[in-house]
């Protein structure tokens, strides 16, 4: 089974940055599609970002995220991140790692069969 270990949420303020990492193991992950998924409270889970394995690495963004989150993996290391800047107290949530078996961009839940305990990230006003 795969197994994905998130790490890097915490309590910041308004404006300020964290970094998640998402190591996975037990699958071949340079040729799987990676993901970022986030759930608030009374929400449902919604998609954040995600890169391929393919081409480079391809890479695509919630709208409300864009130009503030950059994912990106380091192959050798099994390992995805997500840089967050300029957050906000709306980006409030449980934060999920998640693994899937294409090789392209996965946009819904639905693409991933495999998912980590989640981080929980806290922006304060």
């Known amino acids: 089974q795969v197994q994905l270990v998130e790490s890097g949420g915490g309590l910041v303020q308004a404006g300020g940055s964290l970094r998640l990492s998402c190591a996975a193991s037990g699958r071949t992950f340079s040729t799987h599609v990676m993901g970022w998924f986030r759930q608030a409270p009374g929400k449902e889970r919604e998609f954040v970002a995600t890169i391929s394995w393919g081409s480079g690495g391809i890479t695509y963004y919630e709208d409300s995220v864009k130009g503030r989150f950059t994912i990106s993996r380091e192959n050798a290391k099994s390992t995805v991140y997500l840089q967050m800047n300029g957050l906000k107290p709306e980006d409030t949530a449980v934060y999920y790692c998640?693994?899937?078996?294409?090789?392209?961009?996965?946009?819904?839940?639905?693409?991933?069969?495999?998912w980590g305990q989640g981080t929980q990230v806290t922006v304060s006003s």
């Open positions: 998640a693994t899937g078996p294409l090789g392209r961009i996965g946009v819904s839940s639905k693409d991933y069969d495999y």
